[in-house]
């Protein structure tokens, strides 16, 4: 079994703490505070004194004392009140590091228990382009979706669409008012359906009447009407393509396309449920199950609205009803705006009262807005809504300008050219995402998403194509066991080695940007450690080949960082 340097550490520390008769829960320890005075730090005397009742210094002096004739350690020392400072003897860290590369997964070790985690990210609608309030759903979701993977669940991704709702009759009926019937549905496209939902949204805006013919058409369709069921067939098929389409372009997979349409047999089951159990009221024309509003007051959960449509509650019931029987789930998680916290809170107690996830874990996690320069939600020049495929256009435009023309003086054919600055732009518009905290929102920045400097995609991209470089110029150095031989050299060991750790507290916390910080981080890591580290001016054969080794493994770790975060790596880049 693998352990990473801080498992091996604190086992260390449990041995000790086993001996002295304290807890091993707190044999824990964290990069240390002050990179100066030591590698790792432990804080456990200060919580121990409260339960040993002695002083946390003493205690933390009992322990650094028995720490201290392992040889694994250079240096052991207590500071202040009780902190204790651990600093790894140099053969030691090199030998973790050199083990590191003998590892297909970077030293990262997989969980001891196995879940199966359902993530519900996406959710795009029906006859609607997608914009760029769909970018942060799909990115964050597929980041996780591969953190997940990679440590050693099973997960299953579901898109999640909404195809069931009022548009789909908003949709209908404006065709019937174009065309005085439905017969030449099937010819159209989705620029077509879409247009027909833009003047729908305006008319039942406007009508009233026009309103409630969609409502009709709606409860029609939804009670299986057959050639309303053949329409709204032909707008599922032709929106959920053109959605794959959007999804294929920014590399995220869904490993299930279900929607709302989905689960609307099993409304019927929700209804049943809430009624059994004595949940189910009868106001104002709605079912409902009113909530408990002792620690905060929440609106009642509508199962069923007045006109016998069954409500995105209700089906977001059901779907969870669906994924604890059919998949099995252990936890179910959705990433949406933040906004919709509201409307999870209430959906969250009402499956507890109903009683149809009692051991699953259910989490909604709520992103920020992409904002423009303004500090507003991103949009077009002339005010509009930005759709996500203009938005990666003006991308690739942009980062077409800092490449190369394709031909003999570049070197690079104009297909490697567009598939660089598809995986260019893709990397950096993901990368702008999740290198900040999932909850804030961020300010898209078109003149500097893209850089080559600085904290972006970009950046880590042209690090690892420099590495290939690197490997490429020293084809006659054999790479050899790792060593320390000076201290950049030993900073960017402590850096690798903290790859696994720093993976499973992304998975633990739900925080991609936590990988982002890393990968940015180790990539100025190894600048530092490339600059005073000359490979083929090295001391001796063994320096050189232990460096070049420790280049590569730098390389297989920002690879597989970027990978999580799901960004490609090119293998050259122009000047890399």
């Known amino acids: 079994m693998f352990y990473t340097l801080e498992e091996q550490i604190e086992r260390k520390l449990g041995k000790v703490f086993d001996e002295l008769g304290l807890d091993k829960k707190y044999a824990v320890i964290k990069n240390s505070d002050r990179p100066d005075l030591s590698d790792f730090q432990c804080n456990a005397a200060l919580a121990l004194a409260k339960i040993e009742k002695k002083n ?55 969980v001891d228990e196995k879940k199966t985690i359902v993530l519900d990210y996406g959710g795009p609608n029906v006859a609607k382009e997608m914009h760029v309030g769909h970018l942060r759903s799909g990115v964050i979701g597929e980041s996780m979706r591969r953190i997940e993977k990679f440590v050693g669940n099973n997960v299953i ?38 247009a ?30 057959d050639e309303y069921m053949k329409a709204w067939k032909h707008i599922r098929k032709v929106s959920v393509d053109a959605v794959k389409e959007n999804y294929k372009e920014l590399g995220v997979h ?32 709605a079912y ?45 998680i959705y990433f949406t705006d933040k906004r919709q916290q509201l409307h999870f809170e209430q959906v969250f107690e009402a499956a507890e009262k109903l009683g149809i996830a009692l051991n699953t874990k259910l989490k909604h996690i709520g992103f920020g807005t992409v904002n423009g320069s303004d500090g507003k939600p991103f949009k077009t020049r002339d005010g509009g809504v930005m759709t996500l495929v203009d938005m990666i256009k003006m991308s690739k435009e942009k980062v077409a300008e800092s490449m190369p023309k394709a031909g003999d003086e570049s070197g690079f054919s104009a297909e490697e ?16 995402d999740l290198k900040n905290n999932i909850a804030s929102g961020y300010i898209f920045d078109l003149e500097d998403f893209a850089n080559f400097e600085g904290k972006t995609g970009p950046y880590i991209q042209y ?31 402590l850096k690798i080695a903290q790859f696994g750790n720093v993976i499973f507290r992304a ?40 460096r070049l080794k420790l280049a590569k493994l730098t390389k297989d770790v920002l690879t597989k960082a970027l990978f999580l975060l799901g960004i490609e790596t090119p293998e050259v880049m122009p000047k890399a």
Not at 72 to 86: Q, R
Not at 166 to 187: F, Y
Not at 478 to 486: A, D, G, L, R, T
């Open 56 to 110: 946390p210094r003493q205690i933390a002096e009992n322990i650094a004392a028995k720490l201290s004739v392992d040889e694994d350690f250079e240096k052991i020392s207590v500071d202040g009140p009780g902190f204790i400072n651990l600093s790894l003897n140099n053969v030691f860290l090199a030998q973790n590091v050199d083990d590191i590369c003998g590892d297909e997964r970077c030293g990262c070790p997989c």
């Open 463 to 493: 690090a690892v194509a420099r590495i290939n470089s690197i490997m490429r110029k020293n084809p006659d150095i054999k790479m050899e066991k790792i060593v320390v031989s000076n201290i950049e050299e030993r900073n960017l060991m």
């Open 157 to 194: 991704s579901d898109v999640h669409f909404g195809d069931w709702g009022t548009p789909i009759g908003m949709i209908l009926a404006e065709v019937i008012a174009h065309d005085g019937n439905l017969d030449k549905m099937e010819s159209y496209d989705i620029a077509d359906i879409t």
């Open 288 to 332: 409902i199950i009113r909530l408990d509003e002792e620690n905060k007051p929440k609106p009642p959960v509508i199962i069923e609205k007045s006109d016998g449509g069954f409500t995105y509650q209700a089906t977001d019931l059901a779907t969870i009803k669906m994924r604890v029987d059919d998949l099995s789930a252990d936890e179910i």
């Open 507 to 546: 998975e633990q916390e739900k925080e991609p940007s936590i990988i982002s910080d890393y990968a940015y981080n180790l990539a100025q890591s190894f600048s530092v450690f490339y600059n005073a580290s000359s490979i083929k001016d090295a001391d001796s054969a063994e320096i050189a080949g232990s």
């Open 196 to 225: 027909f939902y833009k003047k729908a949204n305006i008319r039942c805006k406007e009508d009233e009447k026009s309103k409630e013919t969609a409502r009709i058409i709606t409860a029609k369709f939804q009670d299986g009407d």
């Open 417 to 432: 050219i567009e598939k660089l600055v598809n995986q260019v732009t893709i990397g950096a518009i993901k990368f702008q």
């Open 254 to 285: 869904f490993d299930l396309w279900l929607g709302e349409s989905d689960a609307h047999k099993t409304c019927f089951e929700i209804k049943k449920i809430a009624e059994d159990k004595g949940l189910l009221e009868f106001d104002d024309g």
